[in-house]
């Protein structure tokens, strides 16, 4: 592998031929794939992770995980329930999102094994003043003990600027539709 990453979350509406083919080159170059998926498209993604041996998860949904064979659930920042019974009695993996350390104390409680701290970088859904940057990412997460996670505008341009913290996943949905993706086999 040719950088410190070590896992790849790649977060899925719905599958398309650019995103197939980006998956099966970051597959062929031997990154450690895992696919997120809401449950609306989870039988087409389900079929194509089992196919393709990709570990996926299901967003904030245990019973869908549970039927469709998951390897576990994602927790989003909005998801604030402790209580969950049914992912232990499943065996389920657990990761989840937070934003800030309030949330990160959720996570927790939650059993979470890894926590996607977001956004790293600017990206439509956050304004200019929310984006976190690679500083600020590393003091809010510096007492963290989980693996972490960056996510959050994370595109082939700034990907460099991960380096310059200590996480040991990353997290994307936007870089996973590129044809820039295509030109560049492996991730830097």
Not at 35 to 45: A, E, F, L, R
Request: hydrophobic share 40%; proline share 2%; glycine share 2%.
């Amino acid at each position: 592998m040719k950088n410190k990453f070590l896992i790849y979350y790649i977060f899925i509406e719905e599958l398309n031929e650019i995103i197939i083919k980006n998956i099966l080159i970051l597959k062929n170059e031997k990154y450690r794939l895992n696919i997120i998926t809401s449950d609306k498209n989870i039988y087409q993604v389900s079929r194509f992770a089992k196919i393709y041996k990709i570990p996926f998860y299901v967003i904030d949904n245990t019973k869908a995980a549970i039927k469709n064979y998951a390897s576990g659930v994602f927790l989003s920042s909005k998801n604030k329930r402790i209580s969950n019974n049914l992912i232990n009695l499943a065996k389920l993996n657990v990761i989840g999102s937070a934003h800030s350390q309030h949330e990160y104390y959720i996570k927790k409680k939650q059993n979470c094994d890894t926590i996607m701290l977001s956004p790293i970088f600017f990206n439509k859904k956050y304004s200019l003043n929310q984006i976190l940057g690679p500083i600020k990412f590393n003091l809010i997460s510096l007492s963290w003990n989980c693996r972490i996670c960056a996510l959050g505008g994370i595109k082939l341009n700034n990907l460099k600027m991960i380096n310059l913290t200590k996480v040991k996943a990353i997290s994307f949905m936007s870089l996973i539709n590129s044809e820039d993706l295509n030109k560049k086999a492996h991730l830097q």
